[in-house]
């Protein structure tokens, strides 16, 4: 047993340490049971669920790249009646085990991510609390991300807020972070999740044709880390709720830097996709860390960075 406390208070989440998944990255967490001890970790975040089944986009849809991999995946997912059928069993064990269970919201409009919370506060007794994903496009806006600037946030926080009781985690895409931070922070989100994957391109020089089937996708893994530190530390300065801090975490010191930056929690994503262990040696690696900063508690650390 560590000679530190570990424990975190993520937006009234209470998890016995810091480290999370990146939604996505771990499917609903029963995935990796014969690979880790997923008990071992203090939150996960399961995949994105819809009020409705999203296909996503066609394949290909993921690609390598330097130093990490694009996707195009498009939040494909069974929606939450299906998700909680197929999954509430074993959520409801791995919550009861101390991990909490954090459900993300998606949508396509402000109206389907309504729906979409009322739909998990309904099925989902197991959940702890609710990441709301901003950066889904709004179709009926255009397609342009419902949280692109401080006003489209506020937007979609005023709607969707009166209809959730538990802890409420605002995923943020990765511009503007400090404004749209206290634009979140006005209207009653709980905890905030950054940084997004980027945009970026990759061309098959022999084809000349993107290596998936859309020309753009989402940037993650260590080639993004950082600036999810420098994204972190903007938007800690901008707001007083705690923060998951989220970008290339590969190792202990990773996840100590995006603490450092001002990070209450931190989620491990595309090192689980190579490494399927990868969160819970994360953790084992942050609290010899932490135990070698010669305080008692990881709460000292955070946002201890100096100048």
Request: contains cysteine; glycine residues 10%; aromatic residues 4%.
């Amino acid at each position: 047993m560590s000679a530190v406390s570990m424990a975190v208070d993520f937006g009234g989440i209470k998890m016995r340490n810091p480290i999370n998944t990146a939604s996505g990255t771990f499917g609903f967490g029963w995935q990796f049971e014969n690979l880790m001890n997923v008990s071992s970790l203090g939150a996960i975040t399961c995949k994105g669920c819809a009020a409705e089944a999203w296909l996503g986009n066609p394949a290909p849809r993921m690609a390598e790249v330097t130093s990490g991999m694009l996707n195009s995946v498009g939040l494909a997912n069974p929606g939450i009646v299906t998700f909680v059928e197929e999954n509430g069993e074993y959520l409801r064990s791995l919550r009861e085990r101390g991990v909490a269970v954090i459900c993300q919201v998606v949508g396509h409009s402000i109206d389907e991510c309504v729906c979409a919370c009322e739909l998990y506060g309904e099925l989902a007794p197991f959940a702890s609390g609710l990441e709301l994903n901003i950066s889904c496009p709004n179709v009926s806006r255009g397609g342009a991300a419902m949280g692109a600037t401080p006003q489209a946030a506020s937007e979609v926080m005023r709607a969707v807020r009166p209809h959730v009781r538990l802890p409420l985690i605002v995923k943020m895409a990765p511009h503007d972070v400090g404004e749209i931070a206290r634009a979140l922070e006005a209207e009653g989100a709980d905890a905030l999740s950054l940084i997004n994957t980027i945009p970026a391109m990759a061309i098959d020089v022999r084809t000349r044709r993107s290596r998936l089937s859309r020309p753009t996708a989402g940037l993650s893994g260590p080639a993004i880390h950082p600036i999810a530190v420098r994204m972190v530390w903007e938007a800690a300065r901008a707001v007083t709720i705690p923060i998951c801090g989220i970008g290339g975490v590969t190792d202990g010191e990773s996840a100590a830097e995006l603490i450092l930056a001002g990070a209450t929690a931190v989620s491990v994503g595309t090192a689980n996709l190579y490494d399927p262990a990868a969160s819970e040696r994360v953790l084992g690696e942050l609290v010899a860390w932490v135990e070698g900063q010669g305080v008692s508690d990881i709460n000292e650390l955070i946002g201890a960075f100096e100048c």
